[in-house]
């Protein structure tokens, strides 16, 4: 339940704080996209309310590199209000687009809709692969009993290759499960999100443990203790 919000009338954006603070909602506010870019902590984010009228760089124009950055979905919020425009930030790979003035409530709602379907499944059990767990209510990862440290958009990453351990993901459905729309075979989104968690295992140095990328196909996932202790022993 925390949103960026990228809106440089300041105005509005006070409005905006504070009506979702008062719903609960944790709020961080930058008058300009390319500050958005420059944030280390993009996984932290539920969802980016993001204005198309921007200084420098507008809303559209900067999409494509917002979206490398924060796997979570984008409303944009706009006076432009032609169906080209509307379509366009739609095409995008925008959710939702929403016409100022901005009702806030109306604005609630939209976001309300947007984190539901992006909710975790309910009941989900925790997860085993041999001394591997991965415990989905506290989003917490073990190995061997100890507890591991990921990020949320790490741990969900990490359950979609290890519920698939042992099966190349393609890159149309990684895409799809973390963008929510249609890979278009040009978006590195999903390769920048797989190269960190990767980074993040190789710094674990887990012995077995791998994701491997298959040329033209996608990325496998495996996990094998018992193999990479024979090897050592021979």
């Known amino acids: 339940r925390k949103i960026l919000l990228i809106e440089d009338d300041l105005p509005l954006a006070e409005?905006?704080?504070?009506?979702?603070?008062?719903?609960n909602f944790e709020l961080v506010h930058l008058d300009n996209a390319e500050a958005a870019l420059a944030r280390q902590d993009s996984d932290s984010f539920s969802l980016i309310l993001c204005d198309v009228m921007?200084?420098?760089?507008?809303?559209?124009c900067i999409y494509p590199r917002l979206a490398a950055c924060y796997l979570c979905p984008l409303i944009f919020l706009t006076a432009r209000d032609s169906e080209g425009d509307q379509i366009?930030?739609?095409?995008?790979?925008?959710c939702d687009y929403l016409l100022k003035p901005v009702v806030?409530?109306?604005?609630?709602?939209?976001?309300?809709?947007?984190l539901r379907n992006r909710q975790q499944l309910p009941g989900r059990k925790?997860?085993?692969?041999?001394?591997?767990?991965?415990?989905?209510?506290?989003?917490?990862?073990?190995?061997?009993?100890s507890a591991l440290t990921f990020t949320t958009k790490e741990f969900e990453l990490l359950w979609v290759f290890v519920i698939n351990a042992g099966r190349i993901l393609s890159r149309e459905y990684?895409?799809?499960?973390?963008?929510?729309?249609?890979?278009?075979?040009?978006d590195r989104a999903i390769d920048l999100k797989v190269s960190r968690l990767r980074k993040r295992l190789d710094e674990l140095q887990i012995s077995g443990l791998q994701i491997t990328t298959v040329h033209g196909k996608g990325?496998?996932?495996?996990?094998?203790?018992?193999?990479?202790?024979?090897?050592a022993r021979a």
């Open 88 to 94: 366009l930030g739609l095409e995008l790979g925008a």
């Open 174 to 186: 990684l895409f799809e499960q973390f963008i929510g729309r249609t890979y278009d075979g040009l």
């Open 219 to 231: 990325y496998l996932f495996n996990y094998q203790p018992n193999q990479a202790m024979t090897r």
């Open 54 to 60: 921007l200084p420098g760089e507008d809303g559209f």
């Open 104 to 114: 806030p409530p109306l604005l609630l709602a939209r976001i309300r809709t947007q």
């Open 126 to 145: 925790a997860l085993c692969l041999h001394d591997l767990q991965l415990d989905p209510n506290q989003q917490q990862v073990f190995l061997a009993g």
């Open 15 to 23: 409005l905006i704080c504070t009506y979702l603070t008062n719903e």
